[in-house]
Each structure stands twice: as C-alpha cells, then as structure tokens.
C-alpha cells in the first residue's frame, strides 16, 4: 500500500480532469449477507429501483441533504440501467459534489414525495474507466482490481479536498435527533426521536435515518428495554446512557431528552 500510493497520488490531477464531480465508491456498513436498497428517490419512502450488496462499485455523480441527511446519486458500475439513490453512509468514499438536477418526476412513485427522474445514463458524461486507468480503445467490464484502483484515487483526492468543504454542509444536531449506529463499525450518524411520558416512565422512539425504528423503554429514571429480542444493556457517563442492542446498535441518550429533565 506504501509502495502504490505515490503512483495513486500522481494520478489525482488527471481525475479531477477527465472525471469532475463523479467517483467511485464502494458499498459498505451493510449487516452480513444485507444488500443496499437503490431508490428511485432520495428519501426511504422512495421505490426500490435495484438492492447491491456490500463490496459493489457505484459511479457516485454527487449528494444533496433531505431531510438533514445525506444521499447521493449512484449508477452501478456493472450495470448502467441501475441508476437511483443511496444513503452517503454506506459508501466511501462520500461526494462533496453537489447531486446533478434531475428532469423530470419518475411515473413509477406519482404515490411517493415528488422528486426528480434521475436521467438516463447518456444524459450524462460517463467516464471510461480504462481511460481513468491511462489506457487506449475499447475496454473489457472493470476488473475488481480495476475498480479499486479507481475507488483508492478517489479517496485521495478527497482527503486532500476534504479541508476545502465547509463545516456548514454538515446536518447540525437538534434538540430532535440523537447519535446513533446501526452497523458494525460505522460511525455514529444521527437518529430523530420522538419521547412519550407515562407514570413517570418514557418510552422514547428512534427513527433510521434510511427507515425503520427502535423502541426503547425507561423505567425508574434508566433505559430498561427495547423492541428488539437482542441482547439489552447500557452504562451511564454523567446524565448520558450509552445504550447497545444486539452487537451493533448504539444510541446515546441523554436523560434530559429521555425523561424530560
């Protein structure tokens, strides 16, 4: 890795060249054998266009904020009909790049929140990876390694952008979200929330970022149980509860937010 990444780092200029604003990314996070759903639309309610699974290649064309997180615009690189929307957090590296507009509303989700149709793939320039690679002529499917290569440029020319990108473009937290994790390793996003009182116990209600919910129950003043039939615990820092379901949930709330404190 040493020895390729000054070969890697001198082909940065070139990709910013031949390919502004588009990247390849590769799709992690996801639980064992789970496959990433691709919307249509850039929100959880939007129609499932295709599901890929951990270790697939995306051209990653840009990202937009809905709803305070992130999704960007993706085409598969193994198939340029799989065109649609994915959340940022299962793919590194991520796109600063701004999502390209769309043209007009898919007819497919006229039930579903109105967004763009994502264009056809001709619509838009379509890098060739042989090219991205200093070949010539027509090129064979991208080889795993290939790939790689490309998706290791990639995440050196945005770590040396990375500086460049405004802390602005970061969802701000609000009294309404807490950390959260659902995935192994991932690192902590944000979660809305919504808190009901009872007796003096509370049941508050997380909402996945990309869909889905977990209840959580506190009982005498501490978290006590949780929807799932996972394994329950949590440890305390202060008036922070540092809670884990299973072997890769986690939240962190806070007993202000929990007991209304």
């Known amino acids: 890795m040493l020895i390729a990444a000054p070969l890697l780092l001198a082909a940065v200029p070139a990709l910013a060249q031949d390919a502004p604003g588009m ?16 919307r249509a639309t850039a929100s959880p309610d939007g129609k499932i266009a295709a599901r890929l699974p951990n270790g697939a290649a995306v051209k990653n064309y840009g990202c937009k904020t809905v709803n305070n997180y992130p ?4 085409e598969d690189t193994q198939d340029a009909h799989i065109v649609g929307w994915a959340p940022a957090r299962y793919l590194s590296p991520d796109n600063p790049a701004p999502a390209p507009e769309d043209a007009a509303v898919p007819a497919t989700d006229a039930g579903l929140p109105q967004e763009p149709k ?16 200093g070949r010539s002529g027509p090129a064979d499917p991208p080889s795993a390694a290939d790939i790689s290569a490309i998706a290791m440029q990639d995440a050196y020319a945005l770590a040396f952008a990375a500086p460049a990108i405004a802390e602005s473009d970061t969802p701000a937290p609000d009294a309404g979200s807490i950390p959260c994790a659902r995935q192994v390793g991932q690192p902590m996003t944000r979660c809305k929330i919504s808190v009901a009182h ?16 977990r209840v959580i129950n506190f009982h005498d003043g ?3 149980s949780s929807d799932s039939s996972d394994e329950f615990r949590f440890t ?20 202000a937010l929990a007991l209304g404190e």
């Open 23 to 38: 990247i390849i990314s590769i799709i992690g996070g996801l639980a064992p054998d789970d496959l990433l759903n691709i």
């Open 71 to 74: 999704w960007c615009k993706v």
């Open 118 to 133: 994502a264009p056809e793939p001709s619509e838009e320039p379509q890098p060739d990876i042989a090219a991205r690679l």
């Open 198 to 213: 009872e007796a003096g116990d509370s049941v508050v209600t997380v909402t996945w970022p990309d869909g889905g919910t």
């Open 222 to 224: 501490q978290p006590a």
């Open 236 to 255: 305390r820092e202060g008036t922070l509860n540092m809670i884990r379901v299973g072997v890769s949930e986690r939240f962190e709330i806070t007993d």
